[in-house]
């Protein structure tokens, strides 16, 4: 196995700028994941450290090989695609033994190397079949143990799963961990699926604009995001943020003030997740939450609403809890968790982090 580092890496489409200058290690064994919407940039990274595609500047290390300027074959990697890429005409065995074929590996080490792939798997009973014949989870299987199969230095994978429906997607999910924990390589995970990356990588970077915003782990890049956008993309409802104002160092919140970081200014912007808002006792301080749409999903309702000045929030509250009638229009005394609190300054980066 062996580590990536991509340092001061680049690109350019004539005049469009895909990349800028982005730095990444990812460690021997670890499971990296580039996070982001479409166009941010991370299947241009991934297909550089691949080289299927040549940096504007910087270089892209395999350990402590430097492979910029190397072909793919060269790399000692392996990808995965979205779109299988399995090919029809070959039975899985000869699908799992392709690249093995292609390095003229032999007969012994071709049957050992499909049989240990494809058992890590669990295809060992379609061996015989064609792609036309297998589900799409099946041939997203297949597709990764012909990765695995080579044992790569790294595995590169980009949105793997995303053609595969929900449920599919979730039982593959929990099998991919599994399997990439158990053979050890080192892995870089492309995919706009915040659901995806938190729970399979070690460490998650969140790209924004050709730029990585946050490296970190996942409790890490949910609990502490160190820019707006990485507080709004990462979390299902994404993160409110509410525009305060400041007086004698405190935030205003429709009459609950809370200290904030200095260097401020007269506003700054409070960003909270749903799940850290709870409902006021009484007597207790709290601030008016105007509700405007109930959703009950299972053990929890989303509540969409506005505060502080007709500002749109969410609350995630428990079903089970002692509530009031949640018909639009009611207003609600809402309290938040002071402890998670994330102050974001009018450049967008976190004015600090919490403890």
């Not at 990812?26 to 580039?34: N, S, Y």
């Not at 080490?109 to 989870?137: F, M, T």
């Not at 053990?299 to 749109?312: E, K, N, R, V, W």
Request: proline letters at 6%; one cysteine or more; hydrophobic letters at 45%.
């Amino acid at each position: 196995m062996a580590s990536i580092t991509i340092e001061r890496v680049a690109k350019s489409f004539g005049e469009v700028q895909a990349l800028a200058e982005v730095n990444l290690t990812v460690a021997d064994g670890e499971f990296v994941a580039l996070l982001g919407p479409s166009g941010c940039g991370k299947t241009t990274l991934l297909r550089i450290i691949a080289g299927l595609e040549a940096q504007s500047r910087g270089r892209v290390l395999i350990g402590e090989r430097d492979v910029s300027d190397l072909p793919p074959r060269k790399r000692g990697l392996a990808m995965v695609f979205q779109n299988y890429a399995v090919f029809p005409h070959l039975t899985v065995f000869e699908n799992v033994a392709f690249g093995l074929r292609m390095a003229k590996a032999d007969k012994a080490r071709v049957l050992a190397q499909v049989e240990k792939a494809a058992s890590l798997l669990h295809i060992e009973g379609l061996l015989k079949r064609y792609p036309a014949q297998l589900s799409g989870g099946q041939r997203q299987r297949v597709a990764v143990a012909r990765a695995l199969a080579v044992e790569p230095a790294v595995l590169l994978m980009d949105e793997p799963l995303s053609n595969l429906d929900a449920l599919l997607r979730l039982e593959m999910r929990a099998e991919l961990k599994g399997v990439l924990a158990q053979a050890g390589t080192t892995t870089l995970y492309v995919t706009h699926d915040q659901t995806e990356a938190m729970g399979l990588a070690d460490r998650i970077a969140v790209m924004h604009g050709g730029r990585i915003e946050q490296v970190g782990t996942p409790s890490d890049i949910y609990d502490r995001p160190r820019t707006r956008f990485v507080g709004g993309f990462v979390g299902n409802p994404p993160m409110n943020f509410l525009d305060l104002p400041v007086r004698d160092g405190k935030a205003d919140l429709g009459g609950m003030t809370f200290p904030v970081p200095a260097g401020s200014g007269s506003q700054v912007l409070l960003g909270l997740r749903g799940e850290d808002i709870v409902p006021a006792s009484e007597g207790e301080p709290g601030f008016v939450f105007t509700l405007r749409v109930a959703e009950l999903l299972g053990p929890q309702f989303l509540l969409t609403g506005s505060a502080a000045g007709g500002q749109p929030m969410r609350v995630v509250l428990p079903a089970g809890g002692t509530l009031p009638p949640l018909t639009p229009g009611t207003d609600l005394r809402l309290k938040p968790d002071v402890a998670r609190l994330s102050w974001i300054g009018g450049d967008g980066i976190a004015l600090e982090q919490r403890s």
